[in-house]
């Protein structure tokens, strides 16, 4: 979901999204595994997505030069 918050002023004060990832039931084991290894690649290169205002989930990549210098996310 997509929740826009503004300030007394008008001006935008809060613009905040998210993802949620899940595995339905049912799925193989295989399937688990390539699952799991997406959602970690995902949440590994989480920097690509500061570039459209998401926060990185990962601290280890929110913590990155490169994500702190993006004025919309630090």
């Known amino acids: 979901s997509f929740v826009n918050s ?3 002023d008008g001006n935008q004060a809060v613009k905040f999204d998210s993802h949620i990832f ?3 039931t049912g799925v193989d084991q295989d ?3 390539k699952a799991k ?3 970690v690649y995902l949440l590994e290169n989480g ?3 500061t570039n ?5 989930a990962l601290l280890s ?3 990155s030069d490169a994500v702190q210098a993006v004025e919309s996310v630090a």
Request: glycine residues 8%; negative net charge; hydrophobic residues 45%.
């Open 47 to 49: 920097e690509y997505w």
């Open 31 to 33: 399937g688990i595994d």
């Open 22 to 24: 899940s595995i339905p």
């Open 6 to 8: 503004l300030a007394p």
């Open 61 to 63: 990549v929110q913590q």
């Open 37 to 39: 290894k997406l959602m």
């Open 52 to 56: 459209a205002g998401q926060v990185p």
